[in-house]
Antibody, heavy 122, light 109 residues
Framework: EVQLVESGGGLVQPGRSLRLSCAAS????????MHWVRQAPGKGLEWVSG????????GYADSVKGRFTISRDNAKNSLYLQMNSLRAEDTALYYC???????????????WGQGTMVTVSS | QSVLTQPPSVSGAPGQRVTISCTGS?????????VHWYQQLPGTAPKLLIY???NRPSGVPDRFSGSKSGTSASLAITGLQAEDEADYYC?????????FGTGTKVTVL
């Protein structure tokens, strides 16, 4: 079964850090680009970051650039998001999503995890 | 701020046809980049509905169709059913890689 399972969310104080993980199974992980997408409570979807199959192409939304770092370990079929200098506005459900192609940006996201909640509050 | 604008809501009676617009610009949809559509049922993760402007993944009913023209795209739902009540998002590429639309809530009357 094709599956993405996120973990690492939780309650964190403003200014602190958190690392999200996404475990992939059921498909050839290193053939595809991967993404993080977030959804604040009651709000729409916001693309956060994407990474190509070989980590050679990486992109970030302006709202997280310089604070968040996406990475992947193809040997472990895993995707990560290191989130530093967290702000209240980063509070959201964070989804891991698989791209239909090897490079981020052009193709659709065909597989989504169930998300992990990040709450930034003092 | 999303660069893709959708109407906040649309509604229709069962069996009717509804359409959702996705308005972009010359830097995204108008530049020739594909548009994709997602359905998000209440309390669940988004699901890919349409990719590459008008293609349906396996398992998506043919009641759902997509089109694109100029700087805009549309999602049409024909034969509206109660289970179609959900939020719908368009997605395309722009200078910041991917961007989602503002989202549209479809209500079945």
């Amino acid at each position: 079964e094709v599956q993405l399972v996120e973990s690492g969310g939780g309650l964190v104080q403003p200014g602190r850090s958190l690392r999200l993980s996404c475990a992939a199974s059921g498909f050839t992980f290193d053939d595809y680009a991967m993404h993080w997408v977030r959804q604040a409570p009651g709000k729409g979807l916001e693309w956060v970051s994407g990474i190509s199959w070989n980590s050679g192409s990486i992109g970030y939304a302006d709202s997280v650039k310089g604070r968040f770092t996406i990475s992947r370990d193809n040997a472990k079929n895993s995707l990560y998001l290191q989130m530093n200098s967290l702000r209240a506005e980063d509070t959201a459900l964070y989804y891991c999503a698989k791209d239909r192609g090897p490079l981020p940006g052009r193709d659709a996201f065909d597989i989504w995890g169930q998300g992990t909640m990040v709450t930034v509050s003092s | 701020q999303s660069v893709l604008t959708q109407p906040p809501s649309v509604s229709g009676a069962p069996g009717q046809r509804v359409t959702i617009s996705c308005t972009g610009s010359s830097s995204n949809i108008g530049a020739g980049y594909d548009v994709h559509w997602y359905q998000q049922l209440p309390g669940t993760a988004p699901k890919l509905l349409i990719y590459g402007n008008s293609n349906r993944p396996s398992g998506v009913p043919d009641r759902f169709s997509g089109s694109k023209s100029g700087t805009s795209a549309s999602l049409a739902i024909t034969g509206l059913q109660a289970e179609d009540e959900a939020d719908y998002y368009c997605q395309s590429y722009d200078s910041s890689l991917s961007s989602f639309g503002t989202g549209t809530k479809v209500t079945v009357l």
